[in-house]
């Protein structure tokens, strides 16, 4: 199985701040990479696929980017709404999802 | 509006059996690729079993191969999941998730939608 490693685990930053996040496999592969966020208690959405598309209705301060083994998700000016858990997932080697960032608001 | 609601959840004791369901409605449910999401309690997703359209093809991750089945009925717009000698690790909610197929792909790449989830526990 392809193993995804997201960093950082956990994250504090203010209302507009602009965040990284980063997920890491360990097998090479094209842009088989998806992003979802997670709210606590909730379904995770769907924010980006195929590592730099924007599903229908995400806000475009989302942008994904990478391909290989390294790949990003950036918040261009983080809001309120956007804390919870972000998960990144891979569907090269069957379907595996990484450890997930936890976002928080300062 | 796509809608997926699962139910079946609950209680079971180690050992035991649940079967869990999940109703689509707001798509044609037939036109798409099903899977099974679960996620423990305070810890991330794990993807657990997948379905082809026309049920053709199915494929489970080693953690529940041989004792989850997935099936469907496309006449009813439901997904199921049955689970057989559940474990205390079997513990987590549930969800269902509809699949998109990248352009230019051949199989399931990613989840756009996904049901509000159902909570299993396994103890005794």
């Known amino acids: 199985d392809i193993q995804l490693t997201q960093s950082p685990s956990s994250l504090s930053a203010s209302v507009g701040d602009s965040v990284t996040i980063t997920c890491r496999a360990d097998l090479t592969f094209r842009n088989y990479l998806n992003w979802y966020h997670q709210r606590p208690g909730k379904a995770p959405k769907l924010l980006i696929y195929?590592?730099?598309t924007l599903q229908s209705g995400v806000p475009s301060r989302f942008s994904g980017s990478g391909s290989g083994t390294h790949f990003t998700l950036t918040i261009s000016s983080l809001q309120p709404e956007d804390f919870g858990t972000y998960y990144c997932q891979q569907s090269y080697n069957s379907w595996t999802f990484g450890q997930g960032t936890k976002v928080e608001i300062k | 509006e796509v809608q997926l609601v699962e139910s079946g959840g609950g209680l079971a004791q180690p050992g035991g059996s649940l079967r869990l369901s999940c109703i689509a409605s707001g798509f044609t449910f037939s036109d798409y690729e099903m899977s099974w999401v679960r996620q423990a309690p305070g810890k991330g997703l794990e993807w657990i079993s997948y379905i082809s359209a026309d049920s053709t093809t199915t494929e489970d991750a080693d953690s529940v191969k041989g004792r989850f089945t997935i099936s469907r009925d496309n006449a009813r717009n439901s997904l199921y999941l049955q689970m057989n000698s559940l474990r205390a690790e079997d513990t987590a909610v549930f969800y269902c998730?509809?699949?998109?197929?990248?352009?230019?792909?051949?199989?399931?790449?990613?989840?756009?939608?996904w049901g509000q989830g159902i909570l299993v526990t396994v103890s005794s």
């Open positions: 998730a509809r699949g998109r197929t990248y352009p230019h792909g051949l199989m399931m790449g990613y989840f756009d939608f």
């Open positions: 195929q590592a730099s």
